[in-house]
Every structure is written in structure tokens, then in C-alpha cells.
């Protein structure tokens, strides 16, 4: 079982930056591809980013692709998404999801998920 608790969002200007961080729990954390998701009001939940149990691979989204970027802390059970040069676009609930795997493949289904944080990017 592994309990997930978004912290971060907030209101930022076009062109900030904001950092959200996912923390976990359970021992199973070191085993788990953690990924990303932002749903925008009317929109349907989507990818933003993931990163392998390892760390050893990253994807993204190619709407936020060099602007955010993934990382984890094995040691603080914990994944960010570093978010620079914000865009109102971007505005959206972000969600933070697990899944026990231990492949370099992102996975196709997360079996757990957070409650989400608001980000919200004023023009």
C-alpha cells in the first residue's frame, strides 16, 4: 500500500515558477515509478511526467517538455515536479500517482494516486 500527499500548488504569475512535491508513504516507495497528471476544469486528466523506480529514465508531456522537470528522493520518499516559465495553460489540479514496477518502461495504469494540489497561472 503506498499513501501519496501532494503539497506545492498555488497561484504564480506567467513565467514563474513553482515546485511540487509528492510525498509517500510505505516501504514500497524505492520500487515505484511515480508519474504526474494535471486535470484542467472541463478537461480530461492527462500525462504530465514520470520517472522510473530507479530514476534512470524520464518522460514528458510535450506540452511541458523542457520547462518541468521530474526528480525523486529515495531517502525522503518523495518526488518533485520543478516547474519553470509557467503558462495559464498550465493551470490545472496536478496529481501525483504509483505504481510498483521496476521496469524502464512507464507504466500503462498507476494503482495509487493523490488527492491533487491546485496550480493556478495567472496571465
Known amino acids: 500500500q503506498v499513501q501519496l500527499v501532494e503539497s506545492g500548488g498555488g497561484l504564480v504569475q506567467a513565467g514563474g515558477s513553482l515546485r511540487l512535491s509528492c510525498a509517500a508513504s510505505?516501504?514500497?516507495?524505492?520500487?515505484?515509478?511515480m508519474g504526474w497528471f494535471r486535470q484542467a476544469p472541463g478537461k480530461e486528466r492527462e500525462f504530465v511526467s514520470v520517472?522510473?523506480?530507479?530514476?534512470?529514465?524520464?518522460y514528458y508531456a510535450d506540452s511541458v517538455e523542457g520547462r518541468f522537470t521530474i526528480s525523486r528522493d529515495d531517502a525522503k520518499n518523495t518526488v518533485y515536479l520543478q516547474m519553470n516559465s509557467l503558462k495559464p495553460e498550465d493551470t490545472a489540479v496536478y496529481y501525483c500517482a504509483a505504481e510498483i514496477s521496476r521496469s524502464q518502461r512507464p507504466p500503462l495504469e498507476y494503482d495509487y494516486w493523490g488527492q491533487g494540489t491546485q496550480v493556478t497561472v495567472s496571465s
Open positions: 520517472i522510473t523506480w530507479n530514476g534512470g529514465t524520464t
Open positions: 510505505g516501504r514500497s516507495f524505492s520500487s515505484c515509478a
